[in-house]
């Protein structure tokens, strides 16, 4: 099995952990947690950031690290600034379980809760997903909006 680098999710101060869809992860291995602002020892030279607007995600990032910015979407755009060294990748066509309720600010039509778009980089990038959205309320939603998507990728890793 390949090995590439731990995937870095940081923490907007204010996310409440009880509410964190990628809380469960926390001290799994391949996974590092940092509590924005602060940062790990980790470099970043090698890793490519979620977000949308950059290039999509692809084959051509499977040796490299994922970096994902978790918290509502107003923190995560705010985030933003203290990473611009890594390149950002989009995710394509993945849909949403997730219920949004704000209101006060409207998400992005494309967002994804956190889980959600860190299942679907591993998915794009042929990592295991096994037991990523084992504690994700939405789990069944979310596999059943995006069964083609996944149809396709798994023919792809098979061919």
């Known amino acids: 099995m390949p090995v590439w680098p731990p995937t870095i999710i940081v923490v907007h101060p204010k996310e409440r952990r009880s509410k964190c869809s990628v809380e469960p ?14 940062r790990g020892t980790e470099p970043l ?4 950031r979620l977000g949308l607007g950059g290039p999509q995600l692809g084959p051509e990032d499977a040796e490299r690290g994922l970096l994902i910015l978790d918290g ?3 923190w995560a755009a705010a985030m933003e600034r203290d990473f611009a ?3 950002v ?9 997730y219920p ?9 039509t494309a967002g994804l809760a956190t889980i959600e778009a860190l299942f679907a980089a591993y998915a794009q990038l042929g990592r295991p997903t096994e037991g990523l959205l084992d504690d994700y309320a939405w789990r069944e939603r979310f596999l059943e909006l995006n069964a083609a998507r996944l149809n396709r990728a798994a023919a792809r890793a098979g061919e």
Do not use: I, Q
């Not at 030279?45 to 490519?48: E, F, L, M, T």
């Not at 949004?100 to 992005?108: N, T």
């Open 45 to 48: 030279g090698n890793y490519v």
């Open 25 to 38: 992860l926390r001290g799994r291995e391949g996974f590092v947690f940092w509590k924005h602002p602060r």
């Open 100 to 108: 949004r309720v704000s209101k006060l600010f409207e998400d992005p």
């Open 89 to 97: 990748r989009s995710l394509g066509d993945w849909r949403t379980a």
């Open 85 to 87: 060294e890594s390149p």
């Open 72 to 74: 509502t979407w107003r």
